[in-house]
């Protein structure tokens, strides 16, 4: 085999080699093609009664899952109270707080 034969053939064998590694990273999920999801967002900043938020996590598969926060209806002794269910990010992961607004909730948020 002459050296261009030999050069040719290296090349060839390192654009194999990164095909390769491309492919099995695409198939495990190391890479998808978008840009990265952050693990935890809330749209209204935190524990935020007066303002409507929506906190968004990723889920399986890199799947964004929405939970929105919402008024409730609670027992206190004998009164029913309308309070709101807050979501909000704890690190990465959702959690939620229960929360009597003093006014009331409407539409996700207290008055």
């Given at each position: 085999m002459n050296k261009k034969g030999s050069i040719a053939l290296v090349i060839l064998g390192i654009i194999a080699?990164?095909?390769l590694v491309g492919m099995i990273l695409l198939f495990t999920g190391k890479i998808t093609g978008n840009a990265a999801i952050?693990?935890?967002?809330?749209s209204d900043g935190g524990l935020n009664y007066p303002v409507r938020g929506i906190v968004t996590v990723v889920g399986d598969y890199g799947v964004p899952v929405k939970f929105i926060d919402q008024c409730e209806r609670a027992m206190s002794g004998v009164a029913k109270v309308y309070g709101l269910s807050e979501n909000y990010c704890a690190g990465s992961k959702r959690n939620f707080a229960y929360y009597t607004c003093p006014r009331g909730c409407l539409n996700g948020a207290c008055i």
């Open positions: 080699v990164i095909a952050p693990p935890c967002t809330d």
